[in-house]
């Protein structure tokens, strides 16, 4: 029987841990270019939440930054292709290189359009014991049609929550986008710009301070102990 804390008879004190200063200030750390994809929600020829995606992945790699897009066009609706549908597989295998990611969406009827949800349906919660989400960045950024809202970057945080992906503070949303871009797709000088500067120095900055930190920054100690009683239950298994 698993040993308890004083005061704290529920929790099981082999699986218990306190923090680890040292492992937060880890000595060896990643020497490469921070990796980054870009996803974007709408296949319009002139896309602004694309046309946004894209000035974001300028300046990440000014800051020094690896940058992948994905194009979201031919991707199936989920459950209706396979997973090793060409699209479905090129989409997980930019996921699982990135160490953080950038979702820009328009809102469209108060909401992110149907093709971002589909992106982030399709990216599993799990390949084999790999969570491909789990502990890495990310920034959201949304585009509108009209007056500034937060309805898509406000759902793009609950989903980067459920996925257990560490969304930072800072976020984009730029109002009346058709005003923002220039006639070759260049975001004009404004506070939207500047607020979308702001937003991927931030996302540089987390990713850099936590991407060889990840692992141990989600550890849980509920899985911890899951993770005890199924190997208990496996080996008791076998020694029947």
């Known amino acids: 029987m698993s040993e308890s804390l004083p005061d704290l008879p529920n929790i099981d004190a082999s699986r218990f841990q306190q923090a680890d200063v040292q492992r937060l200030l ?42 992948r897009m994905f194009d979201p066009s031919g991707l199936p609706l989920v459950d209706d292709a396979p997973v090793d549908h060409p699209k479905v597989k090129e989409l997980h295998e930019l996921v699982q290189w990135a160490e953080g990611t950038v979702w820009s969406s328009p809102e469209r009827h108060g909401a992110m359009t149907g093709l971002m949800k589909t992106q982030i ?98 550890d849980r100690y509920s899985e911890r102990k899951e993770s005890a009683q199924a190997l208990t239950r496996r080996v008791h298994q076998k020694s029947l």
């Open 26 to 67: 880890a000595a060896e750390r990643a020497t490469h270019a921070p990796r980054f994809l870009l996803l974007y929600g709408s296949l319009r020829e002139r896309s602004y939440s694309r046309l946004a995606a894209e000035e974001a992945a300028r300046i990440l790699r000014a800051l020094g930054g690896e940058t």
């Open 121 to 218: 349906d399709w990216i599993p919660l799990s390949v084999g014991a790999v969570r491909p989400t789990q502990g890495k960045t990310l920034a959201v950024m949304q585009v509108s049609g009209g007056s500034q809202s937060f309805n898509a970057v406000n759902q793009m945080r609950v989903l980067g929550r459920w996925m257990r992906m560490l969304t930072i503070p800072n976020q984009s949303s730029i109002a009346k986008a058709y005003q923002e871009f220039d006639d070759v797709g260049r975001m004009r000088p404004s506070a939207y710009y500047d607020r979308m500067v702001d937003v991927m120095e931030e996302l540089m900055k987390f990713t850099l301070l936590t991407r060889d930190l990840a692992p141990y920054l989600v």
